[in-house]
C-alpha cells in the first residue's frame, strides 16, 4: 500500500524530508505555521555531512551559490591576540567542506525545490492536536481545519507540538540550556571605516570570559555579514531584561559590552539591522523517536546546542536516513525501529560537542561529532 506522510512544519528539516519521500515514490504532505516564508532568521553552519545530503537532493549548485564557503578562520581573545594558529578547512573541489549560510536563503532554495516537485504545502496552519486510528493518523488545525495520512511525521522545531502531544509532560520537558544567544544580520555598506575589517573571507571567532563570538560572509557577495553570540549564564535572564526589552534598547545595551574592544564589534552591533535575541532551551537526549504512527525529526527531536553548530546538518540527516528507511520497509514500525536504531550514537556524539567550546578542550574525542562525520548517510 502506498504511504501518505503528513510533515508538521516546514522548515529546513520538514521540507527535505519531502523531497526525500518524494525521491522514494512516497505521498507528502507539508504543514507550515507561518503564513509565508520570509527574510526571517539568523545565519548557521552547515558541516559537510549536511552538505552531502543536499547534494544529494541535487541542491550542491544552488546552495554554493548562495552560501560562504569556510576556507579559514581566526581565533583570538578581546586584544586580538591568536588563541590558535589560524585554521584552515581542508576543502573539496566542488563543495567546501563547512559553509556559513542564513536560513532564509537555505528555506528559498529547498522551497523552490518542493515547488518544482509539486509537493504540496500549506502555510497558516498551527498543529493542535492528534489522534491515532488503527490504519491512519487523523490531524486536527488550530484553525479548525483537519486532514489524515497514514504516518504523522513532527518537523516542527524546539517547540514541537507534535512532540509534546506524543510524549505529554513530565516525558521530556524544555529545560533552560543554562546559554543565550544573539544572532544578527548587517549590511557591510552601514558599517563605514569597519567594513574592511570584517568583509574578509576569513571567518572570525572570539573567545572572552563566558562567551564567544562568531563574524563571518554568508554569501559570495559583500553586500552583508552575519554573526552571533553565545554566552554561558547559568540563570535564565528575567524576561523583563530580555524577551519584554525593546530591540533597540537591547541592541544599545550589548553594543556598549564591547566598547573596550580592538576589534570594531561595537560597531557591528550598532549598525545591526536584523538582530534576533534567544534564550536557549534543550530537551535531554531522547531514548525514544517515535510512537505509533508518529515519528520526530531535526530540532523537534534533538535541539542541538549552537555550540555544537550542527543542528541543521542533523535535521538534514534525520530526514535523509527516516525517508530512505521508509523506502526500504513496507511495516512503518521497522522503518521507525532502524531511524531510531541506526541514528541515536551520532546524535548522541553531536550532543556532548557543544561542550568544546564551552572549555575549549577536547577529552576523549573518540565521544564527540567532528566536521568530516556522517559521511554515512547515503540516499543509494
Known amino acids: 500500500m502506498r504511504k501518505k506522510v503528513i510533515i508538521i512544519g516546514g522548515g529546513i528539516a520538514g521540507m527535505a524530508m519531502s523531497l526525500f519521500l518524494k525521491k522514494a515514490n512516497i505521498e507528502s504532505v507539508v504543514y507550515e505555521q507561518a503564513p509565508a516564508f520570509g527574510k526571517v532568521g539568523g545565519h548557521f553552519v552547515i558541516h559537510p555531512s549536511g552538505l552531502h545530503v543536499l547534494e544529494q537532493l541535487g541542491l550542491g549548485d544552488a546552495i554554493k551559490k548562495n552560501s560562504h564557503q569556510i576556507k579559514d578562520f581566526k581565533v583570538t581573545d578581546k586584544e586580538g591576540n591568536a588563541l590558535f ?41 498551527r498543529l493542535k492536536s492528534f489522534t ?3 490504519n491512519h493518523v487523523n490531524i486536527y488545525f488550530e484553525d479548525g481545519t483537519e486532514t ?14 507534535t512532540r509534546s502531544t506524543l510524549f505529554p509532560f513530565p516525558n521530556y520537558p524544555l529545560k533552560y540550556a543554562g546559554k543565550w544567544a544573539v544572532y544578527g544580520l548587517v549590511r557591510s555598506d552601514d558599517l563605514g571605516e569597519a567594513k574592511d575589517f570584517f568583509t574578509t573571507d576569513q571567518s572570525l571567532m572570539y573567545f572572552h570570559d563566558n562567551f564567544n563570538f562568531f563574524v563571518s560572509k554568508h554569501h559570495p557577495t559583500d553586500t552583508e555579514i552575519s554573526w552571533s553570540l553565545i554566552v554561558n549564564e547559568e540563570r535564565k535572564i528575567p524576561k523583563k531584561d530580555f524577551e519584554a526589552k525593546s530591540i533597540e534598547e537591547f541592541k544599545s545595551d550589548l553594543a556598549d559590552k564591547f566598547s573596550e574592544w580592538n576589534a570594531p564589534i561595537k560597531q557591528l552591533i550598532q549598525n545591526t539591522y536584523n538582530i534576533i535575541p534567544n534564550q536557549l532551551f534543550r530537551l535531554d537526549l531522547m531514548n525514544q523517536y517515535s510512537h505509533g504512527r508518529v515519528a520526530l525529526i531535526g530540532d523537534a527531536l534533538h535541539t542541538a546546542d549552537p555550540n555544537a553548530g550542527m543542528g541543521t546538518t542533523l535535521g538534514l540527516e534525520d530526514a535523509l536516513y527516516l525517508s530512505k528507511m521508509l523506502r526500504d520497509h513496507v511495516d512503518h514500525e521497522d522503518a521507525f525501529y532502524y531511524y531510531q536504531f541506526d541514528r541515536k550514537d551520532r546524535a548522541e556524539k553531536v550532543f556532548k560537542s557543544a561542550s568544546i567550546l564551552d572549555n575549549l578542550q577536547i577529552e576523549n574525542a573518540e565521544e564527540y561529532a567532528f566536521f568530516g562525520e556522517g559521511f554515512n548517510i547515503e540516499w543509494e
Do not use: C, W
Not at 556559513?100 to 525545490?113: E, G, P, V
Not at 489524515?148 to 507540538?161: C, P, W
Open 85 to 125: 594558529d589560524e585554521i584552515e578547512v581542508d576543502t573539496e573541489e566542488e563543495m567546501p567542506s563547512l559553509i556559513n549560510i542564513t536560513r532564509y536563503h537555505l528555506i528559498d532554495i529547498l522551497y523552490q525545490k518542493v515547488l518544482e516537485e509539486n509537493i504540496e504545502i500549506h502555510f497558516g496552519k
Open 132 to 134: 491515532e486510528e488503527k
Open 148 to 161: 489524515k495520512g497514514d504516518l504523522l511525521i513532527g518537523a516542527d522545531g524546539v517547540r514541537s507540538k
